[in-house]
């Protein structure tokens, strides 16, 4: 990933989490929001050099990690995983996440968190006296949606009436044609821009359910 060819941590984490880049947002948004956000832009980089700046010294693995802990965890991961099973009247626990075992990781040095390639080195490790290996250093299977083949499928044609020109132009934030072309570039195989239209999915239905209703 691009994310990773760039020298700096702070590059390196606005390239990951960002879903659109500074070049990408000046097609997508309209002069006038570009305008309006000029007059008191918050850029990303801000917020990870906020946090990092909280550590000078510590190493560039130590740092994403404490990024991670701020920021991905509490406000992505754990909400995500909160919410979810909480709507379906399960009680989640995250037992590797007390706070003896998080202070322990913490501790430890960088090579038995991430050995060459080898992501939770340790845990591995310790791991490999109670199962086979080919279960420990299987691939990682998480747990996404196939959004990217839904939009080229079945969720197509509501994708395109989400993200219509009429729905597009009404809310005065988009170019149309920036939009349809992210559209076209993911049908054809061109690139996957599926993270990015399922949030600008999300930003439009999020209008529907909130705005248009009350104020209707």
């Avoid at 991430?114 to 691939?139: F, G, S």
């Avoid at 969720?155 to 395109?160: K, S, V």
Wanted: charged share 25%.
């Amino acid at each position: 990933m691009t994310a990773f060819s760039h020298e700096h941590d702070i590059d390196r984490l606005v390239h990951w989490f960002c879903l659109f880049s500074d070049e990408q947002k000046q097609k997508l948004l309209t002069s006038a929001i570009i305008d309006a956000l000029a007059q008191d832009f918050f850029h990303p980089r801000e917020v990870f050099q906020g946090k990092i700046s909280k550590h000078p010294h510590a190493s560039s693995l130590n740092r994403m990690l404490y990024i991670d802990t701020k920021l991905w965890l509490p406000d992505d991961l754990l909400a995500r995983g909160d919410k979810t099973s909480m709507a379906a009247s399960i009680e989640g626990r995250v037992p590797l996440l007390s706070h003896h075992i998080v202070e322990f990781a913490a501790s430890l040095p960088d090579h038995l968190k991430l050995n060459r390639l080898t992501r939770k080195y340790l845990l591995k490790k310790v791991a490999e006296r109670h199962l086979p290996k080919e279960i420990i250093y299987r691939k990682k299977a998480g747990f996404p949606m196939p959004i990217a083949a839904w939009m080229r499928d079945g969720a197509n044609a509501y994708m395109h009436d989400i993200l219509s020109p009429a729905n597009t132009k009404k809310r005065g934030y988009f170019n149309n044609d920036f939009v349809q072309g992210l559209m076209k570039q993911h049908e054809t195989g061109q690139s996957d821009h599926s993270t990015q239209l399922w949030a600008l999915m999300n930003i439009e239905l999020w209008h529907q359910t909130y705005f248009d209703q009350q104020f209707s």
